[in-house]
C-alpha cells in the first residue's frame, strides 16, 4: 500500500501512481495477419479463435492493382459482426504494387487511384487503420520520392474520416522511402490535413535498416522521435542481422532480435499502448495461437505483472 506524508504529496503523485497502475493491468492489443477467406467477416471468427482482440486484412487482392468491390450484404456482414466482436482494432493493409514515390507517371497515377479505392473500403468497413509501404524512387532521389508520397497523400486526405493512415517505415533497401523516423516526419510535415496520417512501424525493417530495438535507449528515442504519430507496431523477429536492410521476417524469438530483445519494446509505456500485429511465417517453429500467447506473455512480464507459471521456452 502506498502512504504519502502529507495531502500536498498525494495530489502531485497520485496521478504518476495511477497511471503506472494503469499500465501493469493494461491488456495487450495485439492481432496478427489473417486471410477473409471465404467472407470478409471470417477474419474476425479467425482472429478471435487465436486469442486475439485486433487483425490485420487485406481486403482486396495484395499482388493486385484495383481495389476490390464491395458487396454490400458482405460488407453489411462484416460490419455487424464486427460490433459484436471481440475484435476492436482493425488494420488493413494495402496491396504491394502500388508505388507512391514512382517517378513513373503511370505507375504513380494507378497508384494513387489504389490508394484512394482503399481508403474508401476501410471507411465504409469502419476499419480503423490503413497501412501503406511509400515504395522506391527508383533512383529519381529521396527528396523527389518524399515529395511525390506527400503529394499522393494529401490528394486523399480529405475522403479519410474515422479511418487514419498510416505510413510504414521500410527496411533501408535500395532507393526505398521511409526508412527512417526522420524520413516519415518529413513526409508527414509535408501532408495538408494530416491529423489522420500517422506510422506503422515494423520491428523487422527497423533492425533491418540499422536501429537495434533490442535496446531500451534506442526504443526510448523511436518512441519520443515518432510519438503519438506511432499507432501500430507490426511485431515481427529478422532472419538478418542488425543493418542488414533485408526485410525477411521471422517467429518471434527464432530470429536476430529474439525473445529477450523485444522486451525493451513490450516494456515501454508508450509503446505498450499501441496495437501490435504479427506478420509472422506460418512454419514449423510456432503455431500461431502459440505465438500469439507468447507475446502477451512476453508483454506481462515486460509491464511487470505476476504471471502464471512462467514465461513459455
Given at each position: 500500500m502506498i502512504k504519502f506524508c502529507n495531502l500536498k504529496q498525494a495530489v502531485i503523485f497520485l496521478p504518476f501512481v495511477s497511471y503506472f497502475m494503469q499500465q501493469q493491468d493494461r491488456q495487450i492489443e495485439i492481432g496478427r495477419h489473417v486471410s477473409i477467406s471465404p467472407h470478409l467477416y471470417s477474419a474476425l471468427e479467425a482472429s478471435e479463435a487465436l486469442g486475439c482482440n485486433a487483425m490485420q486484412i487485406f481486403t482486396s487482392n495484395p499482388r493486385g492493382w484495383k481495389p476490390q468491390r464491395l458487396d454490400a450484404k458482405e460488407a453489411g456482414a462484416f460490419v455487424e459482426k464486427k460490433r459484436s466482436s471481440k475484435i476492436k482494432k482493425v488494420v488493413a493493409h494495402m496491396p504491394y504494387l502500388p508505388n507512391l514515390a514512382s517517378p513513373k507517371e503511370n505507375i504513380y497515377n494507378m497508384s494513387k487511384e489504389a490508394l484512394e479505392g482503399e481508403v474508401r473500403i476501410c471507411e465504409t468497413l469502419g476499419i480503423d487503420y490503413l497501412v501503406m509501404h511509400l515504395g522506391s524512387h527508383l533512383g529519381s532521389g529521396g527528396n523527389e520520392g518524399r515529395r511525390r508520397v506527400a503529394d499522393a497523400v494529401s490528394g486523399i486526405m480529405h475522403?479519410?474520416?474515422?479511418?487514419?493512415?498510416?505510413?510504414?517505415?521500410?527496411?533501408?533497401?535500395?532507393?526505398?522511402?521511409?526508412?527512417?523516423?526522420?524520413?516519415?516526419?518529413?513526409?508527414?510535415?509535408?501532408?495538408?490535413?494530416?491529423?489522420?496520417?500517422?506510422?506503422?512501424?515494423?520491428?523487422?525493417?527497423?533492425?533491418?535498416?540499422?536501429?537495434?530495438?533490442?535496446?531500451?535507449?534506442?526504443?526510448?528515442?523511436?518512441?519520443?522521435?515518432?510519438?503519438?504519430?506511432?499507432?501500430?507496431?507490426?511485431?515481427?523477429?529478422?532472419?538478418?542481422?542488425?543493418?542488414?536492410?533485408?526485410?525477411?521476417?521471422?517467429?518471434?524469438?527464432?530470429?536476430?532480435?529474439?525473445?529477450?530483445?523485444?522486451?525493451?519494446?513490450?516494456?515501454?509505456?508508450?509503446?505498450?499502448?499501441?496495437?501490435?500485429?504479427?506478420?509472422?511465417?506460418?512454419?514449423?517453429?510456432?503455431?500461431?495461437?502459440?505465438?500469439?500467447?507468447?507475446?502477451?506473455?512476453?508483454?506481462?512480464?515486460?509491464?511487470?505483472?505476476?504471471?502464471?507459471?512462467?514465461?513459455?521456452?
Open positions: 475522403l479519410v474520416d474515422n479511418a487514419c493512415i498510416l505510413m510504414e517505415n521500410e527496411a533501408g533497401q535500395k532507393n526505398s522511402v521511409g526508412s527512417s523516423l526522420e524520413e516519415l516526419h518529413e513526409i508527414r510535415d509535408m501532408v495538408h490535413d494530416r491529423d489522420k496520417l500517422g506510422f506503422c512501424i515494423d520491428t523487422c525493417h527497423a533492425f533491418a535498416a540499422g536501429y537495434d530495438i533490442r535496446k531500451k535507449e534506442v526504443v526510448d528515442d523511436i518512441m519520443r522521435i515518432g510519438g503519438s504519430s506511432i499507432k501500430v507496431f507490426h511485431l515481427n523477429d529478422a532472419k538478418a542481422g542488425i543493418g542488414s536492410h533485408l526485410d525477411r521476417h521471422e517467429n518471434i524469438g527464432f530470429g536476430e532480435i529474439g525473445k529477450s530483445g523485444f522486451s525493451a519494446l513490450l516494456g515501454n509505456a508508450r509503446a505498450r499502448e499501441r496495437v501490435f500485429i504479427l506478420e509472422t511465417p506460418m512454419g514449423s517453429n510456432i503455431t500461431p495461437g502459440e505465438e500469439i500467447a507468447l507475446v502477451k506473455a512476453m508483454y506481462e512480464s515486460a509491464g511487470g505483472r505476476k504471471q502464471q507459471g512462467t514465461l513459455p521456452q
